[in-house]
């Protein structure tokens, strides 16, 4: 059986992540892979009714915090963790630099309070080491292009409805994050065509040795 692998997607609103996390899904099908495709907050119906609140409601950073890792200790447990004993491609869109991001750096939460959500929450049966993705794809766009980008785009929630200085502090959130860890993750240019785009994604599997070039014939994303 194939070893399960734990990709997930980060970038502001705008950068144009979703579009490619569908596409990647594609290829690793026509991989003859397993693929659980699935968001944060959200992904069991715990998590979502947990990510309505947060997206929508208003609440103090603390609260924030307590429910986005609450949605994601549901999803971990019953989402994630049986994905990957069963051998699936989880692909996930944001995971928990997001919190380190947006509620860390754009909305200036207290970073050791997540860490230590991060240690309680991910930690592994029977292990003392943390769940962390395999790889995190980061789509890093200039906030000043991704705000151009989101302008009439659809109904803004509490995160997308934030002045370009929030968006600011969050890229540097992922910047920091990526130093932290630089052995998890690629760091997408986000500001070039679609199709560019995918292709630095392509690039990346490949070189990985994860999908091969012909894994990618229909997964169509160039068009
Ligand atoms: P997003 O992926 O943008 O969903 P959609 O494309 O449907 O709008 O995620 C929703 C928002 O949630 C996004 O603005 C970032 C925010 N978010 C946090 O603030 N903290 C987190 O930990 C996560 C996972 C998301």
Not at 38 to 52: D, F, S, V, Y
Not at 119 to 139: K, Y
């Amino acid at each position: 059986m194939a070893k399960g692998l734990f990709i997930s997607f980060e970038g502001i609103d705008g950068a144009g992540k979703s579009t490619h996390v569908e596409a990647l899904a594609r290829a690793f099908k026509q991989a003859q892979r397993r693929v659980t495709l699935t968001r944060e907050p959200g992904g069991t119906p715990l998590a979502e009714k947990l990510r309505n609140m947060v997206l929508n409601d208003v609440m103090d950073p603390l609260t924030e915090a307590l429910l986005i890792f609450s949605a994601r200790r549901d999803h971990l447990k019953n989402m994630i963790e049986p994905a990957l004993e069963r051998g699936d491609v989880v692909l996930c869109d944001r995971f928990t630099d997001a919190t380190f991001a947006y509620q860390g750096h754009g909305r200036q939460f207290n970073l050791e309070v997540l860490s230590q959500l991060e240690r309680w929450v991910q930690q592994i049966e029977n292990s003392t080491q943390l769940r962390q993705p395999d790889m995190t794809l980061w789509f890093s766009l200039d906030p000043s292009i991704a705000a151009k980008r989101l302008v009439g785009a659809r109904i803004p929630d509490r995160f997308e409805s934030q002045p370009i200085d929030f968006f600011q502090k969050v890229h540097l959130g992922y910047q920091s994050r990526m130093n932290a860890s630089p052995q998890r993750f690629v760091c997408i240019n986000a500001d070039q065509t679609k199709e560019q785009v995918w292709g630095d994604v392509v690039t990346t599997m490949t070189q990985k040795q994860w999908l091969l070039a012909h894994d990618f014939l229909n997964s169509g994303q160039a068009s």
